[in-house]
């Protein structure tokens, strides 16, 4: 199980991270993978200065631009779970 953890605090918000969270759930349903990543939210992981929206991936934090959210579901995301 891969576990992704979006950060949905006030300035990742600002940056996108409803984007995020509605691209990566469509992303998983529309590749079959429901039972192999669990998605969640969580409050400000401390890393607001950083470009993008934090998101964990079984631990590792990531930095993602809403514009290039395929792009990191299948290099960091699905690269796991294929």
Known sequence: ????????????????????????????TERGLTEKVNLSGSFCMGR???????VKVNGEIHFVDPDHIEMFFDDVIAGGNG
């Open 48 to 54: 607001c200065e950083e470009a993008g929206v934090s």
């Open 1 to 28: 199980m891969t576990d992704v953890v979006i950060c949905v605090g006030s300035s990742c918000h600002l940056k996108g991270a409803r984007r995020v969270v509605e691209g990566l759930t469509k992303l998983v």
